[in-house]
């Protein structure tokens, strides 16, 4: 065959790909945006697009992962005994947002309201370490890690030491850790894990040899410690230095919380239905659920959410409490892509009144990620959106509150990715004293902020306003 024909062949296969690909695409995507954005793609290079969309557009492990947590329930559910939805000890009585908050969050991640539990938010990452450390030494139990990096730097290895340590105790110990956002460290934390007796296990593993398990963009971004059944520490600190990742970026500022009381056992429930659905192991036994007292006055909602549940829950809930603000709105987040309804929601809170506050970090790790964000923030500033930079590294922390009567805080960011991909842990609070605690974290960053004006948006470079229109096109995908 001669050039000109391999030519005609190779023209002809492209086009095949992408008129193959409209009925593929727009039968499997709901939104309509998303479509488009797939379709951009495969029509420009329609063989990249092809690729890609085999490694990230197909929902295969949606269905493997709902049956197994389906399995992981079955297994223990009976076992945890869950109480009935509690209303928590306010100030005033229990408002009808809050009826309404605590009900969506119900059926986003199908755990109620529970009251009487103790939380302290830690902001460094030294003291997250240090106690967590000290917990894990003082466990007599069970130990159970779940965590989207582990790093083999300094603080991975003090706490992989403080693993070993209990299990030479003979505290039961697991860690699961997730394939791609762990890459590195897989290997040789699981022989130095499997050396000590320890169960280790990959969450969503990447294998091309086995592409029908997987999407390697489908991620579990949880971070999660449960000790004894009664400790519990929740945020968006991984087990890392906060020197990881693109040094321009700066130190990562992060936000956990160590919690206590009869919540523990929720986490403890999303823990075992991530273990069983990644590993197939069953772990059962009331001693897992041990009777929590109360131990303090906070009424918080755990909210696991990911695509073996309704994808759009998150966001909803999120947008219903952003409707419900009469005062002020601050939200914190390392990558702010909205989707439409919540970027509707946020500049018709400013029409009705609202101050609405958006802290950023200055530059993220992510250089795509920040130029399709500065689209949308330049949106905001326009409809009166107070926006403000951190300046003293990457801010890290994804927390959000509304007055004085919701918050939340967690591992998911605020773009599509967290709302419809990852398997995501947030974390919603109800209660006065937690709601100051978190608006005073947030204070905190804004006091190391500097806020950004629309003029000096419309005065940025040409190049920069061409970036962040390009980059918003392939928002739906980031």
Same mark, same amino acid.
């Given at each position: 065959?001669?050039?000109?024909?391999?030519?005609?062949?190779?023209?002809?296969?492209?086009?095949?790909?992408?008129?193959?690909?409209?009925?593929?695409?727009?039968?499997?995507?709901?939104?309509?945006?998303?479509?488009?954005?797939?379709?951009?793609? +495969?029509?420009?290079?329609?063989?990249?697009?092809?690729?890609?969309?085999?490694?990230? !557009?197909?929902?295969?492990?949606?269905?493997?992962?709902?049956?197994?947590?389906?399995?992981?329930? &079955?297994?223990?559910?009976?076992?945890?005994?869950?109480? &009935?939805?509690?209303?928590?000890?306010?100030?005033?009585?229990?408002?009808?947002?809050?009826?309404?908050?605590?009900?969506?969050?119900?059926?986003?991640?199908?755990?109620?309201?529970?009251?009487?539990?103790?939380?302290?938010?830690?902001?460094?990452?030294?003291?997250?370490?240090?106690?967590?450390? /000290?917990?894990?030494?003082?466990?007599?139990?069970?130990?159970?890690?779940?965590?989207?990096?582990?790093?083999?730097?300094?603080?991975?290895?003090?706490?992989?030491?403080?693993?070993?340590?209990?299990?030479?105790?003979?505290?039961?110990?697991?860690?699961?850790?997730?394939? @791609?956002?762990?890459?590195?460290?897989?290997?040789?934390?699981?022989?130095?894990?499997?050396?000590?007796?320890? %169960?280790?296990?990959?969450?969503?593993?990447?294998?091309?040899?086995?592409?029908?398990?997987?999407?390697?963009?489908?991620?579990?971004?949880?971070?999660?410690?449960?000790?004894?059944?009664?400790?519990?520490?929740?945020?968006?600190?991984?087990?890392?230095?906060?020197?990881?990742?693109?040094?321009?970026?700066?130190?990562?500022?992060?936000?956990?919380?160590?919690?206590?009381?009869? &919540?523990?056992?929720?986490?403890?429930?999303?823990?075992?239905?991530?273990?069983?659905?990644?590993?197939?192991? %069953?772990?059962? !036994?009331?001693?897992?659920?041990?009777?929590?007292?109360?131990?303090?006055?906070?009424?918080?909602?755990?909210?696991?959410?990911?695509?073996?549940?309704?994808?759009?829950?998150?966001?909803?809930?999120? @947008? %219903?409490?952003?409707?419900?603000?009469?005062?002020?709105?601050?939200?914190?987040?390392?990558?702010?892509?909205?989707?439409?309804?919540?970027?509707?929601?946020?500049?018709?809170?400013?029409?009705?009144?609202?101050?609405?506050?958006?802290?950023?970090?200055?530059?993220?790790?992510?250089? +795509?990620?920040?130029?399709?964000?500065?689209?949308?923030?330049?949106?905001?500033?326009?409809?009166?959106?107070?926006?403000?930079?951190?300046?003293?590294?990457?801010?890290?922390?994804?927390?959000?509150?509304?007055?004085?009567?919701?918050?939340?805080? !967690?591992?998911?960011?605020?773009? +599509?990715?967290?709302?419809?991909?990852?398997?995501?842990?947030?974390?919603?609070?109800?209660?006065?004293?937690?709601?100051?605690?978190? /608006?005073?974290?947030?204070?905190?960053?804004?006091?190391?902020?500097?806020?950004?004006?629309?003029?000096?948006?419309?005065?940025?470079?040409?190049?920069?306003?061409?970036?962040?229109?390009?980059?918003?096109?392939?928002?739906?995908?980031?």
């Amino acid at each position: 065959m001669t050039w000109a024909d391999w030519s005609v062949i190779t023209i002809g296969l492209s086009w095949l790909i992408r008129l193959a690909m409209i009925p593929v695409v727009v039968t499997r995507k709901e939104n309509p945006t998303t479509c488009l954005a797939w379709l951009m793609i +495969v029509f420009f290079e329609p063989w990249l697009g092809l690729a890609l969309y085999w490694l990230f !557009g197909e929902d295969r492990l949606v269905r493997k992962r709902l049956r197994a947590r389906l399995a992981a329930q &079955a297994s223990y559910e009976p076992i945890s005994s869950r109480p &009935a939805s509690v209303e928590p000890q306010t100030e005033q009585q229990p408002s009808q947002p809050f009826q309404l908050l605590a009900s969506l969050g119900q059926t986003v991640g199908e755990m109620p309201v529970m009251n009487g539990n103790s939380l302290s938010f830690l902001i460094e990452t030294e003291a997250v370490v240090e106690s967590l450390i /000290r917990d894990i030494d003082a466990a007599q139990h069970h130990v159970h890690l779940l965590f989207y990096i582990y790093a083999l730097d300094v603080v991975g290895e003090r706490v992989t030491e403080a693993v070993i340590r209990a299990k030479q105790r003979g505290v039961e110990c697991r860690v699961l850790i997730d394939d @791609v956002g762990s890459w590195q460290a897989v290997r040789p934390l699981a022989v130095q894990f499997e050396q000590a007796g320890i %169960e280790f296990g990959v969450s969503l593993p990447v294998s091309l040899l086995r592409r029908g398990l997987a999407r390697i963009d489908m991620r579990n971004h949880r971070k999660l410690v449960v000790i004894d059944g009664s400790i519990a520490w929740t945020g968006s600190q991984n087990i890392v230095e906060d020197t990881y990742g693109h040094r321009g970026a700066g130190r990562w500022r992060d936000i956990m919380a160590r919690i206590n009381g009869p &919540a523990v056992r929720e986490f403890q429930i999303l823990f075992l239905e991530d273990w069983h659905a990644d590993t197939g192991a %069953e772990v059962t !036994g009331t001693q897992y659920f041990p009777d929590r007292p109360t131990s303090g006055n906070v009424a918080l909602q755990v909210i696991p959410s990911g695509p073996d549940r309704d994808p759009e829950s998150l966001r909803h809930l999120i @947008v %219903e409490a952003i409707h419900t603000a009469r005062r002020e709105v601050t939200i914190t987040s390392p990558y702010f892509i909205p989707d439409e309804p919540l970027t509707c929601a946020l500049t018709l809170a400013v029409r009705r009144g609202v101050q609405v506050n958006l802290i950023v970090p200055r530059r993220s790790d992510l250089r +795509v990620v920040d130029f399709a964000s500065s689209f949308y923030i330049g949106y905001l500033l326009k409809h009166g959106v107070r926006v403000f930079r951190f300046e003293d590294g990457l801010l890290h922390a994804k927390t959000l509150t509304v007055d004085d009567t919701f918050g939340m805080f !967690g591992s998911a960011n605020y773009d +599509v990715r967290s709302f419809q991909l990852n398997f995501e842990l947030n974390v919603s609070l109800y209660d006065q004293h937690s709601l100051r605690e978190l /608006r005073w974290v947030q204070e905190h960053y804004r006091s190391q902020s500097t806020e950004f004006s629309q003029t000096e948006w419309q005065n940025s470079p040409p190049w920069k306003h061409l970036a962040a229109n390009l980059a918003k096109l392939f928002s739906p995908l980031l």
